[in-house]
């Protein structure tokens, strides 16, 4: 079975400070991993997948296979980072979804 | 990416009733979802919608519960059978596949049954 770990519900930081997501995962073959973001009142958004290694609003996300980990990370938080923040693990055909972390950016 | 149109986008239902939800897609996808969002809480899989068979339920979801159609690549409905209050939630479909990476999500449907 696949799972997804997400230690913490609420992450508070101030503007400009760095952040880290955390993510752990439990998965017996190849992860596909991705990082969603839903602004207040707004849909579920794809905010980073692993395999495009891209950098997306700031935020970069790197796949540790020897930890099984796959944190968000960015140097420098800004106000309207201010979102629920979900890790997610797509296997046997299926997207199975963390339980979710609260990035609260305060000014 | 996919676009999702997911509709009715809210609804207040009686209790006993069912509601069905639609999902259309704006090009083929392999691959489509609905899940449940509860209050405060993380997305839970409920089946993989399988186009022309019977949708694949996760574990603690049935079919007589939550009967779900996929008539083509393009569109799937779900439907909430004899609701009661802790029905209330928000269902969200998704699809994946058709030449892009990542799953797209509808707007969701934000039910609630009295």
């Known amino acids: 079975a696949q799972r997804v770990t997400q230690p913490e519900k609420l992450l508070s930081v101030f503007k400009g400070a760095p952040v880290e997501l955390k993510c752990n995962y439990s998965?017996?073959?190849?992860?596909?991993l991705f990082w969603y973001v839903q602004y207040s009142r707004q849909r579920l958004q794809l905010l980073l997948r692993?395999?495009s290694r891209e950098s997306i609003k700031g935020f970069t996300a790197d796949l540790n296979k020897g930890e099984t980990s796959f944190h968000l990370k960015k140097p420098f938080a800004q106000e309207e980072d201010s979102a629920m923040y979900y890790c997610?693990?797509?296997?046997?055909?299926?997207?199975?979804f963390g339980t979710g972390t609260r990035l609260l950016v305060s000014p | 990416s996919a676009v999702i149109s997911q509709k009715p986008s809210r609804d207040i239902c009686q209790r006993g009733t069912s509601l069905t939800i639609q999902c259309q897609v704006d090009?083929?996808?392999?691959?489509m979802f609905w899940y449940r969002q509860q209050p405060g809480q993380s997305l839970t899989l409920i089946a993989t919608?399988?186009?022309?068979?019977?949708?694949?339920?996760e574990s603690g979801f049935v079919i007589d519960k939550f009967p779900i159609s996929r008539p083509n690549l393009t569109f799937s409905t779900l439907t909430v059978s004899n609701m009661s209050p802790e029905d209330s939630s928000i269902y969200l479909c998704?699809?994946?596949?058709?030449?892009?990476?990542?799953?797209?999500f509808g707007s969701g449907t934000r039910l609630t049954v009295v």
């Open positions: 692993h395999i």
């Open positions: 998704s699809g994946q596949g058709g030449g892009w990476l990542g799953y797209t």
């Open positions: 919608a399988n186009q022309g068979s019977e949708a694949t339920y």
């Open positions: 998965y017996s073959g190849s992860p596909e």
């Open positions: 997610a693990l797509a296997g046997f055909q299926k997207l199975v």
């Open positions: 090009s083929q996808v392999t691959m």
